[in-house]
T-cell receptor, first 112, second 113 residues
Framework: GAGVSQSPSNKVTEKGKDVELRCDPI?????LYWYRQSLGQGLEFLIY????????KSGLPSDRFSAERTGGSVSTLTIQRTQQEDSAVYLC??????????FGSGTRLTVV | TQLLEQSPQFLSIQEGENLTVYCNSS?????LQWYRQEPGEGPVLLVT?????EVKKLKRLTFQFGDARKDSSLHITAAQPGDTGLYLC?????????????FGRGTQLTVWP
């Protein structure tokens, strides 16, 4: 596609439920990144994919968070047993060989 | 711990004024990027600076990368209301963290007509 597409754009979930966030990167972009943006905290790195492998998962805040990427394209970020502190905007970005970073519009997650 | 410190955090100015935003770090990065983000959207890449001492101009915006590749500044000349937004600097990691972005907390700029 022309840009990075994220879905859903907004998600309200009850505490304790699982959620899945999807990212469809720019076609041909080999690298894919997930970031989290909370009010006053800036963008926090979560995980990085090169192709289908994740050489850097160091930003995942707990074992409730996991992500996968299939076919070198679409990625899914899963949060299990959501907590209120998980409320944030989750942003996905893709790039080719570390250049041309393009972000999606994000998924705003609200845990009530 | 925030690797990149941005200042000021908030900036409110009148149309036509000049401004500078600073981005400082104790770490060396392979390159540094500046982004602009509007409400409800993801950050949009404005520029990447790679070489120490580099200066890049994008219309009324001037970006500088420090000689030691640890700090950067963004200068806007004759600001316009359309420049309003959140400006973010991001250092690009080296070695094992190559490609990973380390963001500052951002500078929220408001330009009044």
């Amino acid at each position: 596609g022309a840009g990075v597409s994220q879905s859903p754009s907004n998600k309200v979930t009850e505490k304790g439920k699982d959620v899945e966030l999807r990212c469809d990167p720019i076609s041909g972009h080999t690298a894919l990144y997930w970031y989290r943006q909370s009010l006053g905290q800036g963008l926090e790195f979560l995980i990085y994919f090169q192709g289908n492998s994740a050489p850097d998962k160091s930003g995942l805040p707990s074992d409730r968070f996991s992500a996968e990427r299939t076919g070198g394209s679409v990625s899914t970020l899963t949060i299990q047993r959501t907590q209120q502190e998980d409320s944030a905007v989750y942003l996905c970005a893709s790039s080719f060989a570390g250049y041309g970073y393009t972000f999606g519009s994000g998924t705003r997650l609200t845990v009530v | 711990t925030q690797l990149l410190e941005q200042s000021p955090q908030f900036l409110s100015i009148q149309e036509g004024e000049n401004l500078t935003v600073y981005c400082n770090s104790s770490s060396v990065f392979s390159s540094l990027q500046w982004y602009r983000q509007e409400p409800g959207e993801g950050p949009v890449l404005l520029v990447t600076v790679v070489t120490g001492g580099e200066v890049k101009k994008l219309k009324r915006l001037t970006f500088q990368f420090g000689d030691a590749r640890k700090d950067s500044s963004l200068h806007i000349t004759a600001a316009q209301p359309g420049d309003t937004g959140l400006y973010l600097c991001a250092g690009v990691g080296r070695g094992s963290t190559l490609g990973r972005l380390y963001f500052g907390r951002g500078t929220q700029l408001t330009v009044w007509p």
